[in-house]
């Protein structure tokens, strides 16, 4: 028999292996396997498919690695229509959706051959090291070499040893731990039902005593696993105690299968009752899913939307399904998780791509087990739901749902959806600032709509209030840090009347241009087309597209000048300014360089929640999803920077962020302000900020795309081009360009460089197309663009031209 099988690499389509006879009966779809590929390379594959039939040529199965399959049909249509819809290899979905212990890999090795006849004393000093070690031990990997020589190029001591014919060079299979067992402490057979005799044999250590007491306990308690940590915890021991029971024969330690399955048990009181407005929507939300299966929550900030999403998983999980609830961030996972966590008795799955690899693949098991509630980032959809009922894609705008880097470059709001579909589960997607996307999909009758205008509590929503920055009379130095007398006066009186107050700037470091005032230069980064950010906390320059430093010049790199200036403003500037304008307030900082680790992260929140910081400086991680009763105040003092960008979604990002982050403020007290400074305050953006009806806004925007034929009326797709030799990466753009342009005629740009376009050594170049909404001109896309990819990469010296494709883009 043949098996079809599946490799998480970048390769197309999959390959075909014979199944070894006295694997047959093991062989079923969606289980890995170890196979060969190449010349020596082993991978973990898996099963799509099996066939009856042989073949002279095909290599056989090495392997069979599980007892049963990790995933599922259903889950393997997903990964598919993934490949097909976002032009990426299934390879590459295998590869993100698996857990890195599910995978092996193998690494290169050195094995003695005792046959050969070469004499040692003929080699050089490091090659008979090398030959003396194997003598020892008989096989050794290259790491292993690299530490003996105490050095990092071993290729001529390595082939001095295999012209010599004393080696073999052969690969070995990396097998990772998949942390399904788990240790656990248990009786002796003997000591099983004699507790008398147990009690005698530790009679004369209080310490036994006590462990063997609590061990006890927790039997009554608790199900295995037991720990020793349990164990030594209760009964107030050490590990020495534990050895001692173990080598008595009293305890064995042995290893079990872990239960995977958890429960979800809603702690009793937590949950508030639903408010009239609330009701009213949960009553819309079950009609709504009546005639489809995704509902677009719309609510604004405050409105309770959580507590609806509450209702809905508590009625999911009584039906035995299972619920996601996806979030934009890993930043928000700590503060949303230690939320539910108040009102679930039970642990909560987290999954995204932070947490530790045991924790990933515990999560992974869990998931396939059956566990009621995962919640994560986009990565979650991949996990092996069994049974999945219903779907929670919270902040659904969010520009973070969409995966970058690396392959597969996909939507999470969009493949939840059609994993939904395909799982016959629902969806709800939460948003105060809706996207395009979604509204059109409802308007077109594809979407349910429900929505709530008031807030939990009776709140008010916050007033708004702008600063036209064309009117303003400012000292030096409040013009340093860009904030109006107006605006330094709402501080004051917030933090006099004992509430916080959030500052949002959207740019992080201290500033972003480091400028020569006698000649001009700015300092850029060698390897980027982009000026480089200065970071006072490390003292130091840093491009943030490469992540390469410098330090800061004492002169001019180009004229030798002494004097050099910082020009422009980040989160880092910004907070230091405030604290020399408000020496007694206590201020925090809130962006990639100060929340970047968990644990750093969870001190900056629970500092602000607890009243400990009266200012938080934040970039746009402060906009979305926290939850402060104490903030009075919020501050934009550069919304302009926000809708500047040439890009056709920058004023609708623009409103979605000066929303959420107005939506910080006035949550549970008093009524909320928000100060928002502006050049511009006839912008389409700030007059509907004003207004608090974004129909309008969202209406012209909509009727501008459709003319322009942009999404979401076309389905857009970049292609970018990235090599280092400047003259092939343009020859090869400007021949997709004429390619596609005879079958899509002006609906295809040339070949344009995006703002930063040389980034680490490599020179990009994006071609656009926009693709009707229809499946058929969607699959003779991706098959013309196919057809170019192969073609260029089959031209010699091409086989490494790197052409991004990215679907959907934002």
């Given at each position: 028999m043949k098996?079809?099988?599946?490799?998480?690499?970048?390769?197309?389509?999959?390959?075909?292996?014979?199944?070894?006879?006295?694997?047959?009966?093991?062989?079923?779809?969606?289980?890995?396997?170890?196979?060969?590929?190449?010349?020596?390379?082993?991978?973990?594959?898996l099963i799509v498919g099996i066939e009856s039939g042989t073949?002279?040529?095909?290599?056989?199965?090495?392997?069979?690695?599980?007892?049963?399959?990790?995933?599922?049909?259903?889950?393997?249509?997903?990964w598919k229509w993934m490949a097909e819809y976002y032009c990426s290899f299934l390879g590459d979905v295998m590869n993100a959706a698996l857990p890195a212990p599910l995978k092996i890999d193998s690494?290169?090795?050195?094995?003695?051959?005792?046959?050969?006849?070469?004499?040692?004393?003929?080699?050089?000093?490091?090659?008979?090291?090398?030959?003396?070690?194997?003598?020892?031990?008989?096989?050794?990997?290259w790491g292993d070499i690299q530490e003996i020589l105490q050095k990092k190029s071993i290729n001529k001591n390595v082939n001095e040893l295999i012209d010599a014919g004393m080696v073999?060079?052969?690969?070995?299979?990396?097998?990772?731990?998949?942390?399904?067992?788990?240790?656990?402490?248990?009786w002796a057979a003997e000591y099983r039902d004699n507790q008398k005799a147990v009690m005698e044999q530790v009679s004369r250590s209080k310490k036994q005593t006590r462990a063997v007491l609590a061990f006890?306990?927790?039997?009554?308690?608790?199900?295995?696993?037991?720990?020793?940590?349990?164990?030594?915890?209760?009964?107030?021991?050490d590990h020495a105690t534990i050895r001692a029971l173990i080598k008595k024969g009293i305890l064995l330690e042995t290893k079990i299968k872990k239960n995977f399955l958890g429960e979800l048990i809603f702690r009793k009181g937590m949950l508030p009752p639903l408010v009239d407005f609330q009701k009213k929507a949960l009553a819309e939300m079950e009609q709504a899913f009546e005639s489809t299966p995704v509902v677009l929550l719309e609510g604004v900030t405050g409105s309770g939307k959580t507590r609806l999403y509450l209702e809905w998983i508590r009625r999911v999980k009584e039906a035995g399904q299972q619920i996601l609830f996806m979030i934009p961030e890993i930043a928000l996972t700590t503060h949303i998780i230690h939320r539910l966590e108040a009102i679930f008795e039970s642990d909560v799955i987290v999954y995204h791509s932070r947490v530790s690899e045991k924790s990933r693949m515990e999560a992974y098991h869990s998931v396939r087990f059956g566990a009621p509630l995962v919640i994560g980032t986009r990565s979650a959809l991949l996990l092996p739901f069994q049974n999945l009922g219903l779907i929670i894609v919270d902040e659904e705008h969010d520009r973070s749902y969409k995966q970058l880097n690396p392959a597969p470059r996909y939507h999470g709001r969009d493949s939840a959806v059609y994993l939904a579909?395909?799982?016959?589960?629902?969806?709800?997607?939460?948003?105060?600032?809706?996207?395009?996307?979604?509204?059109?999909?409802?308007?077109?009758?594809?979407?349910?709509?429900?929505?709530?205008?008031?807030?939990?509590?009776?709140?008010?929503?916050?007033?708004?209030?702008?600063?036209?920055?064309?009117?303003?009379?400012?000292?030096?130095?409040?013009?340093?840090?860009?904030?109006?007398?107006?605006?330094?006066?709402?501080?004051h009186q917030m933090l006099d009347a004992g509430r916080q107050v959030m500052v949002f700037q959207n740019r992080r470091g201290f500033a972003p241009v480091f400028l020569c005032d006698h000649c001009g230069h700015v300092v850029q980064c060698d390897s980027c087309d982009v000026s480089m950010t200065y970071h006072k906390f490390s003292e130091k320059l840093q491009c943030h597209y490469c992540r390469k430093e410098k330090p800061v010049p004492k002169e001019c790199p180009s004229c030798h000048f002494w004097s050099m200036k910082m020009y422009g403003m980040g989160t880092e500037k910004l907070e230091e300014h405030l604290q020399s304008l408000l020496p007694d307030a206590t201020i925090d900082r809130m962006d990639y360089d100060t929340a970047s680790g968990r644990k750093r992260l969870e001190r900056i929140l629970t500092r602000f929640s607890n009243n400990e910081t009266q200012i938080l400086v934040g970039t746009q991680m402060i906009a979305k999803g926290l939850d402060f009763e104490n903030v009075g105040l919020v501050v934009v003092p550069r919304a302009d920077q926000l809708f500047s960008f040439p890009d056709f979604r920058s004023a609708e990002n623009a409103?979605?962020?000066?929303?959420?982050?107005?939506?910080?403020?006035?949550?549970?007290?008093?009524k909320g302000q928000v100060l928002i400074q502006t050049y511009n305050p006839d912008h389409p953006v700030i007059q509907?900020?004003?207004?608090?009806?974004?129909?309008?806004?969202?209406?012209?925007?909509?009727?501008?795309?459709?003319?322009?034929?942009?999404?979401?009326?076309?389905?857009?797709?970049?292609?970018?081009?990235?090599?280092?030799?400047?003259?092939?990466?343009?020859?090869?753009?400007?021949?997709?360009?004429?390619?596609?342009?005879?079958?899509?005629?002006?609906?295809?740009?040339?070949?344009?460089?995006?703002?930063?376009?040389?980034?680490?050594?490599y020179y990009l170049l994006d071609v656009f197309v926009k693709l009707h909404r229809n499946r058929k001109e969607g699959t003779f896309f991706r098959k013309r663009l196919n057809h170019f990819i192969r073609e260029v990469k089959s031209r010699p010296g091409f086989s490494n031209f790197r052409m991004i494709v990215n679907v959907d883009p934002i």
């Open positions: 098996a079809e099988i599946l490799l998480p690499l970048p390769v197309p389509g999959t390959y075909t292996y014979l199944i070894p006879p006295d694997m047959e009966e093991e062989a079923v779809f969606g289980k890995r396997v170890e196979v060969q590929f190449g010349r020596k390379k082993l991978y973990t594959g073949g002279d040529q095909l290599k056989m199965i090495r392997d069979i690695l599980d007892d049963e399959p990790v995933i599922r049909e259903i889950h393997y249509r997903f690494e290169t090795v050195l094995q003695l051959n005792v046959d050969h006849d070469y004499d040692e004393m003929d080699l050089e000093d490091d090659a008979f090291l090398i030959s003396d070690a194997l003598s020892i031990q008989n096989e050794l990997t073999d060079v052969k690969e070995k299979a990396l097998r990772k731990n998949t942390h399904e067992t788990v240790k656990t402490l248990m006890t306990t927790l039997r009554r308690e608790k199900k295995p696993p037991i720990s020793r940590y349990e164990v030594m915890t209760k009964s107030d021991t579909l395909l799982s016959d589960a629902r969806v709800i997607l939460g948003s105060a600032t809706p996207s395009l996307e979604s509204l059109v999909n409802v308007q077109e009758g594809k979407y349910g709509h429900v929505m709530m205008k008031e807030r939990f509590g009776l709140m008010e929503m916050p007033e708004i209030q702008i600063v036209d920055m064309r009117q303003v009379q400012m000292s030096e130095e409040q013009a340093e840090i860009g904030f109006s007398p107006q605006l330094l006066q709402a501080i409103l979605q962020m000066l929303r959420q982050v107005s939506g910080r403020s006035g949550r549970k007290k008093e509907s900020l004003m207004s608090g009806d974004d129909r309008g806004f969202y209406q012209q925007e909509l009727e501008e795309r459709k003319v322009f034929r942009f999404a979401p009326y076309y389905r857009m797709v970049k292609v970018t081009f990235r090599n280092k030799n400047r003259k092939k990466n343009t020859q090869v753009a400007y021949e997709l360009y004429h390619y596609l342009q005879a079958s899509f005629g002006d609906r295809v740009s040339v070949p344009v460089e995006p703002l930063v376009s040389y980034i680490n050594h």
